[in-house]
């Protein structure tokens, strides 16, 4: 009876030791899931990113600037890795997410190309040389704005996004709306040629929302005419400009901004309180 006494004791302590490194085993296991879960969020809620410029840039203004446009609610850490290579490191992926989605960005005219890290990425070894656009097409005839249109126009334009969403239900709407990822390396694209099931050709034009500077020279990005090697090798000041402002899609904010009634445009004219005249005397 002692034996089984004693038996049931060394059995019961076994056990216990037993739920103890059991209970450890599984706090080592979430302890180390958590941590890769974090590793793994760190490296998702890290963006790099350059300006399209050759000049030097004030680094201080830029990110304080670019963190008061953005207002990323956890905040951003933004550090200069290599020449004007920046680290962008977001603390919430809603926040990282809201910011490459809202695209794109600038200061002081310089266009921002970002992308975001993946794990084990090294942040001046990812190539930075696309940036994403909303781009309007015109011109399309009756019956070709569809999603099927705009993916293939906006393969054209660059690499194709997304399609707007809401472009096939505005009454009136004189365009269609692709969110494209431009290569700066190459020029704009303007326009495209397509022919109708009759025969007929027609051309439809591409406006781009928030381009930054580019040479209407070339159609590149990042620079204007004075400093564009095309027009320097030719020797010809006057040779022709095939691209130019038109290909900035007007701003929404200036379309939908309503002159105030308070405001008087001259001397003379109406107010709120009846019609004033110049000053006299
Ligand atoms: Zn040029």
Redesign the pocket.
């Known amino acids: 009876m002692t034996f089984l006494v004693h038996g049931d004791v060394k059995k019961g302590e076994r056990e216990r030791q037993k739920a103890i490194q059991e209970a450890e085993l599984s706090i080592m296991k979430e302890l180390r899931e958590s941590r890769e879960k974090k590793d793994k969020a760190k490296a998702g809620e890290q963006s790099s990113g350059r300006l399209l410029t050759d000049r030097s840039v004030n680094f201080g203004a830029m990110k304080n600037r670019l963190a008061d446009i953005w207002r990323p609610v956890k905040g951003v850490l933004i550090r200069e890795i290599e020449g004007q290579v920046y680290l962008f490191q977001f603390f919430h992926e809603f926040d990282v997410d809201r910011i490459l989605e809202g695209g794109p960005w600038s200061f002081d005219n310089h266009l921002l190309l970002l992308h975001k890290l993946k794990q084990g990425k090294i942040p001046t070894k990812v190539p930075l040389n696309l940036i994403p656009f909303w781009v309007q097409i015109y011109d399309l005839p009756v019956g070709y704005m569809s999603e099927t249109i705009g993916m293939q126009l906006g393969n054209f334009i660059g690499k194709f996004l997304a399609y707007y969403t809401t472009n096939n239900s505005g009454i009136g709407r004189s365009y269609t709306r692709v969110r494209v990822a431009v290569d700066v390396r190459k020029p704009l694209m303007r326009c495209k040629k397509i022919s109708k099931p009759g025969g007929d050709c027609v051309m439809i034009k591409f406006k781009y929302e928030r381009l930054g500077s580019f040479?209407?020279?070339?159609?590149?990005l990042g620079?204007t005419?004075s400093?564009?090697?095309?027009?320097f090798s030719s020797n010809d000041k006057n040779m022709a400009r095939e691209w130019g402002t038109w290909l900035r899609a007007p701003d929404k904010r200036s379309i939908q901004f309503k002159p105030s009634k308070w405001l008087r445009e001259s001397l003379g004219g109406e107010t709120p309180y009846g019609t004033i005249g110049a000053p006299t005397g």
């Not at 040479?215 to 590149?220: K, L, S």
């Not at 400093?227 to 027009?231: G, T």
């Open positions: 040479c209407f020279v070339c159609g590149t620079y005419e400093f564009c090697e095309k027009l």
